[in-house]
Each structure stands twice: as C-alpha cells, then as structure tokens.
C-alpha cells in the first residue's frame, strides 16, 4: 500500500515537473507588464482622467515620453532593417523603393493641401491593424516558444479573433461624421455599427476563446499564459473602446486613442521584443564586443529624434507650412513606413526569426550560421575619420533641436498666457495654433490694427484654418475697410473654397464693387459647397436680373422660390418673404414679354400683399399688372388696376409711392386718345404729391408735364385749377 502511494506521488511528482512552463524573455514581470500589455488597464484609465482634468504637465510629459519610447521604437525597426547588409538587401524593395516612394508622397503632401486629410486618415486607421498584427504575431511566438504548437484550424480562430476586434474599432472611427478635421469618415451608418459591434465581439471571443481552450488544454494554463494576457490586451485595446463608443455614443477621437497612449503602450512592447531579438541576435552572430542595451538603446532614441524633428522644422522655417501639419504628416509618413517594413521584416516563419524568438537555449541552428554582416564602409579613411567626429556632433545637435522641440511644445500649452505662447511663438513663428491662441488673448482695448496684425500672422502660418480667416475677415468688415476685406476674400475661398458662408461675402462685396462675374462665380460656388443655403440663389438671382440676363434670373428667383417653400410649409417664413421675389420673377417674366408667367406672378404678389397687410406692395403689383395689360391692348383691365393701386396708396399715407403711381396711370391715359386731359391731371397731381422730392424719378414727372402743357396750351390752366375733380373722374373712369 504504501509502495503504491510512493509510486502515486512519484508520478504525480514526474506530471507537475514535466508540465510546460511559460519561457519568459527578460523576466516574468516586464513580459507580462510590457510584453504582453499586462499594465493596459492601469494606463488606459489613468490617461482617460489626466486627460479629462486637462494636465498640461501631463501633456508634457506624455510629449517628452514619446520621445523616449515612440521615436525610438520607429528607429528600432530601421535599425533592425538598415543596419545589416544582408537584411537590406533582403528586404530593398522596402528598404529602398519604399522610402523613394514615402519622399514622393511627402512632397506631393506638402504641395496639396488636401492629400494631408487622406494620409492622416490612412495613418490612423492603419495604426490599430498595426497593433493588432503585433499582439497576434506575440501570442503566436509565445504560443510556439512554450510548446503550445498551434494547429492551422487555432490559428485561423485566433486570428480570426484579432480581425474582428479590429473591425470593432474601425467601426467606430468610420461611423458618421467624423468630428476630426483631418480624418475622413467612410460615413457607416449609426443604425449598421450597433448591429455590427456585438456580432464582432461574440465572434472575436468566441473564436479566440476556442483557440487559447485547445492549446492551453495541451500545455496547461501556465505555458499559455503570456497568449492569454495578449489576446485580452487585444480585447480590452479595441473591442471594449467600440462597444462603449457605439452602445453608449462615447466619442472616442481617434488621434488620441490611436497615437496617444495606445502608442506609447505598442512601442514599449516592441522595443521589449526588439531588444531582445538585438541581444540574441549579437550573441548568436558571435560579435566580439558584448552587447550593451544602453548603447543600443541610445542609437534609437537619437535615431528617433532624426526621423521625426528636424522634418517639421524644416518645413516650417523653409517651406513656412504650419509646424503642427507638417508634424502630422511626418508622423503619417514615418508610421506608414514602419507599418509596411515592419510588416515585411518580422514573420515567424523565416528560419533566423523564428530561431531568435522562438528556441529557448543555444539551438539557433543553420539560420545563424553565415552570422550578420554590416553594410560594408569603403568611404576613404578621412572620410571615416571626419565621420567619427561629426556622428557625436551630429547626435548632440539632435538632442539640442529635441529640447527646444520639447521647450516649443511646453510652453505652446499654456493657452491663457500671452507670455509662454509668445516664446513658443518665438522659437517658431509659424505654428498657426499658437497664433491663434495669441490673437485671442489680446484685450478688448487693443488697438484695431494690432487685432488685424495678430490674426495676419494667424492666417500666414497656416491659411487653411478657417477660425483665423473669419476673424481677419470679420475685422476687416467691422472696420468698414471693404476693400481690404474684398482682397482678403478674393484669397481666403482660395484655401477655403468650401466655405459657404466666404463665398457669400465674396460675392456681396464683389457686386458691391462692380465685380458681376467674380460675384456670379463665388455665389455659385456657395450653393454647391452648401445646398442648404437659400441666400446665395436670390442673390445670384440679384446679379443677374442688374445685368439684364433675364432667362438666368428667373431661373435663380423661381429655385430660390423652391427652396423657401418648405420654410413657409413649416411656418418658418411668412408670406413677406418672398414677396420681393414674386416681384421681381413678375417683372423679369414681363421684361422677357411671357405674359402668362408674368401675370401669375404679379397676381401672386398681390395676394400675398394682402395677406401681409403691404399695401404698397400691393400697389406696386397692381401697377405691373395694368403695365402688362396695358401693354396687351387690353385698357379696360389696365384702368381697373391702376385704379386699385391708387386707392391702396391713398390707403397706405405713402405720398411718395401715390406719386409715381399718378404719374404712372397719367402716363397710360395720355396714350387713350379720348383722355389726354385726365391725364394730363395725374401728373399735375404725381407733381404736387412729390413736391420737395429730388430723385431722377420726380424730375422725370415734372420733364413730362412740362411737355403735355405746351401742347394742351391753355387747357392746363383750367386743368389745373380744378385737379381735384378731374382726378376723381380719372378714378372712376371705366374705358
């Protein structure tokens, strides 16, 4: 009996020795921390509340750390891909033809503006595949390296898995509109995400769930561990983030998540992974010297420096593009670099990768055997010579430009003092959003043209941004200096051509100085950028009817007609809206002899007159109708209207109006041969009506009685004598 518990205890003792063990890199701790994103939780939350109490020392910290762990884990791949002759050969069509075409695409950034928006976008939605390629490939390694071996069939779940919490978090930034001005939404409807997100999630757990259950079922759950913690970062990254955005409309902006401290996570795991593959790469290659990491280490900090300051600097001092956009693009570029190398220069299935990550002791087999050979140096020996003292002089200058970088940053944050924003500004004049911060602050005191100044520099920097353009506008405008403010037009809808509202003001102020055509194109321009907007029709409309194109006219004061109509269905609008339109449409109609039109639209006016309670409006219409009747050889109806529009002027006490009216119907009786004389006695009383009045309008009734009383001769003295009457006559005159 006891022979046989010894036995029982010995086997049992045999099974827990002989179960696999998770093989760590450096160290149980900083794999799960910063391998396996064990600290995702902590940071995540932590970042979420500093951010939301806005912390500009966090701000500054968080830029001063992607300096010590972004930029570096950027030159981490570079280093891994540039450094050995044999790896940049392997791998020239991205080590090379890539790089050549990351230059093209800079340089065609830099001269359309609009590419800037399309890389940014491209940059930030590639970024989550990117970790997720990086989590998945790292669960994978971990997997082999502690004897899990997947099958194809787990490995297709497990990846399946990863694609799917991806396309969570794609969802997310591609539903709607997107809030970021520099990302492009693909516009997924809100309705398709919801039903979309929990369908993705069941898939990514489920499928991830069955692949860790059966490998971890051979290994036991401490060997599966690390691809445990891999596959919930993956989860907690990005499936968690979308179904609280989707279910719970949490805007998440994807700059901050993406290139935050999502970022700052991903690049310490992989300069966890690339280190360690560096050391191990050392060893096996069997260089004489022992590998340091903090040698290694400070290549890719200066490293990193290089590819992403001097860039924007540069840019921005030579090229004077706005340093924050010549950031991101850098940013996109360098990111979009590192996603395709990386992509090809880190696949398990070569033989020297795969041996590095994956065996656990000596055993690194033929894939080190011919070792690592450098690019070979055949510069002369000055060259070299010169070369080892400009490197230490070149990496102190980096580290300098990266203070000041770092400096320019800190005080850029501080929003409400003139001061810091001033040396931020001194150190690069042309970061719009510093200028702009400083154009807010002055007092309300200060002095027309230091506001205009202030908000030039603005505009300089970066003239694209349209809070700076409006506010030089607005200023121009408020200080009546319309011409000035005409210019500023003239080159803001340049950058801004989408500007609805710029365009308007454009074409206001271009018809204002006599410019019909360059106000025709910028009105037009309005309705396209903006269909929603009625205003730019009627004024196109306005344009055209002063320049006599009439067909155009029409056609503008009817859309605009149309547009309006669904704000009087409504109730938005009232029936004096549009009582100016129906006017003009009318008198267009009748200019452009389409009688029918002309008529339906002067009797249009009339009943919204009346509706209105515009007399003299009413009036108005009442005269443009007896015009076109008149016109028509049809005086009874002509006489009729007239009479009307009289008697609403009388009603009305406008004696200016009632003037031109009289002058109007004396015109038409003068043209009746049978009454000459009561016209004769309309003008007389248009004259006493305008008298005092001294527009061309009165002077052109007092020319066309003058004439009528040289050829009535002593008539119109008796007419004169008694207007009354014969004005009454004229009233009641039925033809």
Known sequence: MGRKRRTRAATASRSVSETPQASWLHSRAIDLLAGCGAWSAPLLLLAYFLRAETNDSFSVAFYALALAVNYPHFMATVYRAYRSGDEFRKYRVFTLHLTVLMAAIAIATFSVHSLTRWLFTVYITWSPWHYSGQNFGLAMMFARRNGASPSRAERYALYAAFVASYL???LLFHTGRSQDPYLVSIGIPEGFSR??????FLISLCSGGWAIARMGGRTGARAILPSVMLFSTQMLWFAVPALVGVFFRAQIPQTRYSSGVLAVMHSAQYLWITSYYARRESIGAGTSQRWRPWRYYAALVIGGVALFVPGPWLASSILHHDFGESFLIFTALVNIHHFVLDGAIWKLRDRKIAALLIETKSRLGDAL?????????????????????????AACGLLALAGVDQARFAFSLKSEDSQSLSKAAALNGYDST??????????KNAGLDQKIAAWERAVRANPYKAESQNALARLLLQSERYEQAYEHYKQMTRYLSGDADAQVNLGLLADRFGDEEVAISAFKHA???????????????EVYDKTARRNEAIEYYQRYLTALAGDLSGGDAQPKDILYVTLKLARNCAATNDFPAAAEYFKRTVSLAEEADEKVVAATAYVGLAQ?????????LAAQYYQRALELDRQS???????????????????????????????????????GESDARTQAVVTAKSQVEEWLGEQALAIQRDVEKVTAEALSLKL
């Open 168 to 170: 969570m978090i794609f």
């Open 369 to 393: 055997a011919a070792g690592t050979r450098t690019l070979e140096d055949k510069s002369p020996a000055v060259a070299r010579k010169l070369m080892t003292f400009a490197r230490p002089i």
């Open 434 to 443: 510093v200028n702009i911060r400083l154009a807010r602050l002055l007092p």
């Open 628 to 636: 076109l009747y008149a016109a028509a050889s049809q005086p009874p």
């Open 527 to 541: 309705c396209e950028s903006d269909s929603k907007q009625k205003n730019p029709l009627l004024y196109l409309a």
């Open 195 to 200: 039903l979309a997100a929990p369908s993705l």
């Open 653 to 691: 006490g406008d004696s200016k109006a009632e003037g031109m009216d009289w002058f109007n119907y004396g015109q038409f009786l003068l043209g009746v041969d049978s009454q000459k004389l009561r016209g004769y006695a309309c003008l007389v009383k248009s004259e006493q009506l305008l008298k």
